[in-house]
Structure formats: C-alpha cells, structure tokens
C-alpha cells in the first residue's frame, strides 16, 4: 500500500519516494510508489498534477487494493529513486474548496439541520448538494456564519480513532468506513471523517461565497467559491459590471431596474412601429393590386420589408382583390417567402411554396391560403422568374 504523505502533511509539496511499479497503459505509464504526495481523485476532490522525477503526472487513481496509481508520460522503472513535486498552485485551490465545504456543510447542519448529500468540485467552482431546499435568508445565515469561522482563523487538525471513538465524539455525518478513520477537525465546528485535503487554520480559506442556488432533487444545489475562486468571479463580475455601466449609466445596484425601463420603451416602440407597418402595409398592397390588374397570380420582391411586413402586404392586396393570389419575397439573402390567397383564387398556396422549396432548397409550408418560408437558395429574380413561370 502506498504511504499516502499527504494524509499527515497536506502542505507537503515534494518528496522522494521509490518506483514499485511500472506498467504500460495505453501509451502512459501506470506508476505506483512507495510514497507519495499526489493526492488521488477522490471524496469530490479532483487528482494532483506535477511532476515525478521529471516526468508530466496527468491523472492520479486511487486503485481498490491500496495503491494510489500515477499516470504519467515518460520513462520509469521498477527501483527508481525519483523526486516529486506537486503543482501547488492547484493543491491549494483544491485545500480551499474543500474545507470550505466543511465550515458551509457545517454551517447548514448546524444552523438549520440541513444535511449535505454530495459534494463536486469543478474547474470554477465547487456545489454541494442539500437534502432540503433552502431560502434565501438560510443562505445568508450559512454563508454568514461560515465566514466568521473563517474569519476566526480557527485550527483544522487531522485525527485518526477507531469508528466507535468517531461515533462518540460526535461526527457531522456516520462513516460507512471501518477500521481506522481519518477525521477533519474544524476546532469546536466541524469533525467528519475525510481522506481529503486542508488548510491547517480556517483563515487560509479567505472566504466562502455563494455563487448560485438552485432546486435539485428535491433539495438545492449550492454553488459556492472559496479563496482565490472567489477573487476569480469577483474579477469577472467587475468587468461585466465595468462594460454594462458604460451603456447603462447607472451604478450595479440601479441596473436591473435600468434595464427593465429600457425593455419597456422597446416594446412601447416596436407596438407604435407595428402601427405604422400595418398602415404602411395597406398602401403597398393598394400599390400591388394595381399593377396585378388582368392578373390572377403575381409574384414580386418587396424591397425593405420583413418576413411579418410582406405577410402584412399579402393579407392585405388578397382582401382588396379577393380573385388574386400572391406570392411575395423579402429582399433579404436567402431571402423569405410568404403566399397568400384570395377566397375567389383556386391557387393552393401551400403547393405554390412547396414547389418553390423542392426547386431552391429552404424550408416552410403552410394552408392553401397561406403560406410562408425561407431559407432559399438562388438570386430572387430567378425565383420570380420560377414562381411567373408556374403559375400564371
Ligand atoms: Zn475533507
């Protein structure tokens, strides 16, 4: 079994350990040692990178007999003395995720009696999952008290006692383990049982903030960053905070209420555009149902208008000329297609567009007396030509 140093000293960056084993895997090899300090994923905590003796560590298993296995590119064998070293920078992200989700587990157990299910930790940010949902003054309470734990720079001490000691010294959560059991002690706050890795005092974990909540199987799933994730969000924020002011003006606290007016006066403008479109629509259909005199079907572009405008345009000109079907074309590329017909017409606009569709490609369908599409491959005056040809 491998001596697991970070067990006793998590702060331990490198070591010297020898090869036990050696094994080709895929094109890595499968190394295991008589001691090490990478840490293996497990418990929620993802695996350690670095280096051992000079070769790249990409993946730390923590096999069933024991052996915490390294995957590592390069060559070594069975006898080698090597040196190890651990990336520290992601060590210690890790340690503080990880006892912060001690003190916030804690938290909520102890203010509430909410019982945390699981724990993840990502590459941004780290959830645990609650057996209840939460509300939003619960939060604040945890993420309040968590933090004066914090605050208080209290001690973290790893203890090793039989699972009957554990029982009686009052654990957060029963261990399924037997034998002897690894417990995290967060002084006079939180003991459990954990083969993870920690702070030695609170106060290295900076701070727990809450990122998000969210309802999850029947209880709330609690995003939260501690220490230098933390710091990472706050940067991200600030710059989105930084790049809404200089359109909107109005300091973080005003901006929801800012943005909400602003949605106001679209929608107040786009009803008075509608108006005006409609009216518009009526003069362009007047304009149509006169050069389509002696005709029974015409097809044209409309120069500047939407998919919803020469909608407008073609319910108009087949109300004024009940007789008439349409078939009218945004000037857009690809361009949109919408047919209509008059209740005098016996044109079948759904056939009309499906034609057009089998012969440029593009989508749509509709009713015999409407129908609309787009996605049309093909200059508009040679689906003009197209649509004249079939149909008049
Ligand atoms: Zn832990």
């Known amino acids: ?34 001691q090490t300090s990478f840490y293996p994923t497990s418990g929620g905590q993802p695996f350690d990178t670095g280096t051992i003796g000079g070769a790249a560590v990409v993946d730390v ?11 590592v590119s390069g060559t ?9 070293e651990i990336d ?24 509430f009696g909410v019982r945390t299910e699981s724990f993840h930790m990502g590459q941004a940010s780290a959830t645990i999952d609650l057996a209840r949902e939460v509300s939003a003054s619960e939060i604040d309470k945890a993420e309040a008290d968590a933090n004066r734990i914090v605050w208080e720079d209290r001690p973290v001490t790893i203890r090793f006692a039989t699972a009957e000691e ?42 727990i903030a809450i990122g998000s909540v969210e309802k999850f199987r029947g209880g709330s799933r609690v995003e939260f960053l501690c220490g230098g994730r933390a710091l990472e969000r706050f940067k991200v924020w600030r710059g989105a905070l930084a790049a809404m002011q200089k359109h909107l003006s109005v300091p973080p606290t005003d901006m929801a209420a800012s943005i ?21 629509a009526t003069h362009e259909a007047d304009a149509l149902v006169g050069r389509s005199s002696g005709r029974s079907f015409v097809a044209e572009v409309i120069e500047g208008w939407d998919a919803q405008g ?35 017409s016996s044109i079948d606009a759904g ?34 030509a197209f649509l004249l040809r079939s149909h008049s």
């Open 166 to 207: 554990a029982a009686a010294m009052g654990m957060r959560k029963e261990s399924a383990r037997t034998g002897t059991l690894r417990l995290i002690d967060v002084q006079d706050y939180d003991l459990s049982a954990c083969g993870g890795t920690h702070v030695e005092r609170t106060g290295a974990i900076g701070v």
């Open 76 to 84: 070594l064998k069975p006898g080698d003395v090597v040196s190890g």
């Open 260 to 280: 909400e007016r602003l949605q106001d006066d679209a929608k107040a403008v786009q009803r008075t555009l509608r108006g005006f479109q409609e009216k518009l």
């Open 88 to 111: 520290w920078h992601r060590r210690f992200d890790h340690i503080q995720q990880h006892t912060g989700q001690h003190v916030l587990s804690a938290a909520f157990d102890r203010l």
């Open 351 to 384: 056939a009309v567009l499906k034609g057009l569709a089998a012969q440029f490609g593009g989508k749509g369908g509709g009713k015999p007396d409407l129908a609309q599409g787009g996605g049309f491959n093909g200059p508009a005056a040679e689906l003009i």
């Open 310 to 344: 020469i909608k407008a345009i073609a319910a108009a000109a087949v109300a004024a000329r009940p007789d008439l079907a349409v078939a009218l074309l945004t000037s857009t590329t690809p361009p949109q297609a919408v047919v209509a017909r008059g209740t005098q």
């Open 1 to 34: 079994m491998t001596n697991r140093i970070y067990y006793t000293e998590p702060y331990r960056r490198t070591f010297d350990a020898t090869v036990t084993s050696a094994e080709p895997v895929g094109g890595k090899l499968h190394v295991t040692l008589d």
């Open 61 to 71: 298993i923590d096999r069933e007999d024991g052996e915490v296995v390294h995957v």
